[in-house]
Structures are given as C-alpha cells and as structure tokens.
C-alpha cells in the first residue's frame, strides 16, 4: 500500500511539514496550495527537496469553483488554471484536485458541469496533467460522488476522474458501495479522514474534528475495501483538518498518522486490527524520581513490603500479593515521583514488542547485565515505558531484588488499574497506540467536571479485563496547575477494604478527606442501610454500585504526581466509580 499525506494535516512550514513526512515514512505527499503560497522556497526548489527525501508529490490542491458557472465566470476559471498547470510543470505534480463548486455556482446542470470540466481537461492534458473531480459535501449543487461520478463519465476526457474522500462520503451518510461501480483506472485519488459521529453542520464538522483512521466512527476498512475491489491502485493519502493537530509538534503528528495507516492496512489484510499477542495482566508499574522515599513510605503504610534493592540499579521492588511496584532512581536527577512505565505479561513477549514497532513505536535502551532478565521494552508516544515479560520472565525477573523485608498486608491482591494522565492534544494518538499496540479495546469514556475544567476520561481494557488503563485528559488550561491536581495514579485492588484501611490508618497512612455531603447524597440516592453508611463514613471510602455489583474506594495523599487507590470490587462491578470522581478532584485542589 503507498501511503500519502496532505501538508494541511500538520503544524509548521512546508519545510517542515516535508521532512516530518518523510521521516514518518510516508511514500508521497499533498501539497495544500495556501502552504506553498506561504513558503519563501520556489517550487523548483519544494520539487528539488522532495526528491531528496524520497517523497513524491502526488497532488497539488484544491482548485475551486471551476464548474457550474456562467461563460463569463468559466473564462477566469480557464485563466486561473492555466497558471496552476504552469506551476504543476515547475513541482513536478501531474494532479490537481478539482472541488466542486461552493461558492459561485449559477447552473444546476449536469451538462454544463461536465462540458467545463472537459474544456478545462483539453487545457489539463496539453500540459500532461490530470484532473480529480471531488464532490465537497458542502457544495452548493454537486455534494455526492456518486453524481460526480456521473459528471465526469459525461465528460468523456482521459484527463478528467474523480476525488473519492472518505469524510465528504461518510459523513453525507452516503453508500460507499457504489464505489465499486466506477473503474478503477477513473479513481484518480483517494483521501481518508474518520471523524468522531457528530451532529452539526458539515463544513464545521470536516473543518475542525476530522480524526486519523481508526480513531473516530467512520468504518474506513470498508471504504477502503470498496475503492480497491474497484481497481483502484494509487495511494491512500490523508487529508485531516484538526486544530489540534494543526498546532502540535508536526513530527509526532506524522508518526501519528503513519501509524493509523498501518492499522488500517493491518486490517485490510486480516479483517480486523489485532496485535501479535493480547496482554495477560499488569506485571508491574514502575515510579521513577530522583528521591523516592516518599512513595516507599505511602506503600508501607498501605501495607506493601520490600522485596529488597536490584542487584546493579538504584531501584526498589514492594509487593503484596500480585502487585508489583517498582521504585526507580536510576537516571532521574531533578524528577519528582511520576509513573514513568508498567509492564505486561503475555504468552509471547518478543511478537508483542515487534508488533508495538511495526505501528511505530520505538524500542526502549535497558542497561541489562550478565544474569539479569532481558525483558523487551518499547516506547508509548509519551515516553512512557512498557516493559514485556512472558511466562517464565514474569516470575523471573523480581528475584533481582535482595535484601527485603517483612510481610504485606493479606488484604491487598494485585493492581487493579493503571491511570495515566494525557495532555488534550495527545489522547487520540494514546488511544490508538495503546489500543492498536497492546490489544486494549475502547471501553467506557467520561466527562467529568473538577475545579480545575472538565477532565475527559477514555478507559482501554483487554478482552478478560485483566489489564485495564484509564486515559485522563488534562483540561487544556490546567496543564499549567499543580501536578497533584492532575496526577497519575496506580489503583490497588484488596479485599475487605474497611478493615484495610483501618490497619493501614494505624500504619500512618493518610488519604484524601470526603465531605459530610457526599455521604447525605449517598443516603439519599443509594438508600443504603445506616450501618453501611456509617462503615463507609468512619473509613473515609467512596461508593459506587450497579446491577452487577457494588465498589469501594479511597486515594492516598499525592507524592510529586503519583497518588494510590484502594479498591474493593464486590460481585461483578466491573466500572471506576467515575461518579464519584469529582469529589476526589475536589478534594485533591483543595490540599494541593
């Protein structure tokens, strides 16, 4: 599959946009023309650079309002595009996208549109150049492909097919079916983009929330079926208008939208994206800081012990039952305590690794010495670092650690989940990393109100529920605010969570504060016997409950950016007690 991408997609130069695309792998390129319009470099010298990356210049776009008009207008419309194909010969682009008309459209008649667009083709093709013929979903007459289509047959001229864009399709609601009636060699052009399914208009639904493929409602595996089955074989280029990734770092974007390709040709292959091996559960979570011994007080407290120091690093290993946290100071001078990786055990860590590299990810360097457990490691977008163990490295890898101590509370049985926090303009990319490389499903997703903005959460799991993380968005204005306020955490599953906590009070241990109003509430909504109420109350827990089971649970104090959650699951709950969220969130802005 050759692969594309238009300049509009990403933030910066047209320089910049250029190498971003390169360096990501892309094979060719759309030059969106307002990008060339600004760039101070000549078009013979965009043509000379892209060469010397290896990118193809496979679309010069848009040319608009070029049909529809009256004689008069059409003669400008000539005029104008006379200089675009003298343009086109200095790129060195032997297409140009021709949008249906939005603004100055008189005649709605499919004669008229399709005799301009072959008098515009005879001056196209004496210049060598195509046209792709899009309908815009927007436009004033000609808003579906399917009459597109039927103007361009009309036409009748080599130098005229069509423009089929995944969004304007879609989005319109359209059958993308009746691709497979238009020869392949007449498809001149494909553009992808998904979308989250919104309700609004569609010019500003296209112009502002367009998604990489993957990561909204659209099913493109299917469009992009139909295009094929239809003979065509030109690039799969992208063209996603978004604000957000419009400002964001443009080679991240890139890689980003590299990999939502990948997946989306994983799945054309195999009929749905999976990884190479599906995680088992979380192996550990590893704490990094230059000083860590504010986070091993919270975990004794809590009622884990020391398994003991590693062997060659400065780093420490506490257990309780199946929980594993991993306390790092190795390479952290300056860092407070922040959650810096996990590790997950599959049945075959080595194809999950590759699997993680193929959609882009990049291996991380661990200093492994003689008899120490080489685990595989790779890199989430964010930095964070995913450790990969497998049957016999799972059990293997904590006897590293000499010199422990005591015993951990009985109560505590393993993690539960893992929560990180993601900046606004990173949580797509998060999604579809963690989603495509670790073979996490989307699961429930939140919006939640706390004195600092709405925090967005996006939960991923496993199959069996095993490995669960939850993906905060960072309120765009908070990411500013204190850490604590918007902190990771680690959540810790345990039985019996009244008579932990009480123990682990006992041990020293202090967690978040909850108003007397919460529990009023509580009463009021749940009717929940006086005992249990006053159980809840004197522990200091949080509630939740549905009609599979109930949950229990409190938050330690906030170290630098890492705090701990206890939880009790009772029957087959199987949420987050996300109601309850901003009480925490309350409660955190006030002690911060």
Same mark, same amino acid.
């Given at each position: ?8 997609? #990403? ?88 949008? !249906? ?11 008229? !549109? ?16 195509? #046209? ?36 304007? =399709? ?26 989250? #399914? ?213 109560? =505590? ?180």
């Amino acid at each position: 599959m050759r692969t594309s991408i238009a300049t509009v997609c #990403l933030s910066g130069t047209l320089v910049d946009k250029l190498h971003a695309i390169a360096d990501a792998g892309f094979d060719a390129v759309e030059v969106f023309e307002p990008d060339l319009i600004a760039a101070p470099q000549s078009p013979e010298e965009v043509r000379a650079l892209c060469d010397r990356l290896g990118l193809r210049i496979a679309l010069y776009q848009p040319f608009r309002d070029a049909e529809g008009v009256t004689e008069p207008e059409f003669a400008q419309v000539l005029r104008r595009a006379e200089a675009k194909f003298v343009l086109m010969d200095r790129l060195g682009v032997d297409t140009v996208l021709v949008c !249906s008309n939005v603004a100055t459209a008189s005649i709605d008649d499919d004669a008229v !549109s399709a005799a301009q667009l072959a008098r515009l083709a005879d001056r196209a093709d004496a210049h060598g150049k195509r #046209l792709a013929f899009e309908a815009l979903a927007w436009a004033r007459y000609i808003d579906d492909y399917r009459r597109a289509w039927r103007i361009v047959e009309r036409a009748d001229h080599r130098a005229v097919g069509v423009c089929l864009d995944s969004f304007h =399709i879609l989005s319109r609601g359209h059958d993308p079916a009746d691709i497979e009636r238009i020869p392949g060699d007449r498809i001149f052009f494909v553009q992808l983009a998904d979308a989250p #399914l919104l309700s609004m208009d569609v010019l500003s639904w296209s112009r502002h929330h367009r998604l990489f493929p993957g990561e909204g409602g659209f099913d493109l595996p299917a469009f992009v079926g139909h295009t094929l089955r239809a003979g065509y074989t030109g690039p799969l280029s992208l063209e996603v208008f978004n604000d957000v990734f419009r400002q964001t770092d443009p080679a991240r974007t890139a890689r980003h939208a590299r990999r939502s390709l990948t997946v989306l040709e994983d799945a054309l292959e195999s009929g749905a994206a999976r990884p190479a091996a599906e995680p088992r559960e979380l192996d550990q979570v590893e704490v990094k800081a230059h000083d860590t011994d504010a986070v091993a007080a919270v975990l004794e407290r809590i009622g884990f012990a020391p398994r003991g120091r590693h062997v060659t690093k400065p780093a420490w290993l506490y257990t309780a039952g199946e929980a594993r946290i991993v306390l790092n100071e190795h390479n952290a001078a300056g860092r407070d305590p922040h959650v810096a990786g996990f590790g997950i055990r599959t049945d075959w860590p080595e194809e999950a690794a590759a699997r993680a590299e193929h959609l882009g990810a990049q291996r991380a360097h661990r200093r492994v010495l003689a008899g120490e457990a080489d685990l595989p490691a790779v890199l989430a977008p964010d930095g964070t670092e995913i450790l990969i163990s497998g049957p016999e490295s799972s059990p293997a890898w904590p006897s590293e650690f000499a010199g422990g101590r005591g015993t951990p509370d009985p109560a =505590i049985r393993g993690i539960d989940h893992v929560n990180l926090t993601e900046p606004a303009a990173d949580i797509e990319e998060a999604v579809l990393f963690y989603g495509t490389a670790l073979g996490l499903a989307r699961d429930s997703s939140a919006e939640l109100a706390g004195p600092a903005g709405l925090v967005r959460s996006q939960v991923l799991r496993s199959a069996d529920g095993a490995v669960r993380l939850a993906l905060n968005v960072v309120p765009p204005f908070a990411e500013r605010a204190a850490a604590s306020r918007h902190a990771q955490h680690v959540a810790i599953a345990c039985d019996d969570l009244p008579a932990l906590i009480g123990r682990a009070r006992a041990r020293g241990l202090r967690t978040v504060p909850v108003s007397a109003n919460y529990y009023d509430d509580l009463a009021a909504r749940l009717e929940l016997p006086d005992t249990d109420l006053e159980r809840l109350q004197h522990a200091g827990l949080l509630y939740d409950r549905d009609a599979s089971g109930e949950y229990l649970h409190c938050y330690t104090e906030t170290v630098g950016s890492v705090f701990f959650e206890l939880v009790e699951r009772r029957g087959r709950y199987d949420g987050f007690g996300a109601a309850n969220t901003p009480v925490r969130l309350t409660a955190q802005h006030s002690t911060a």
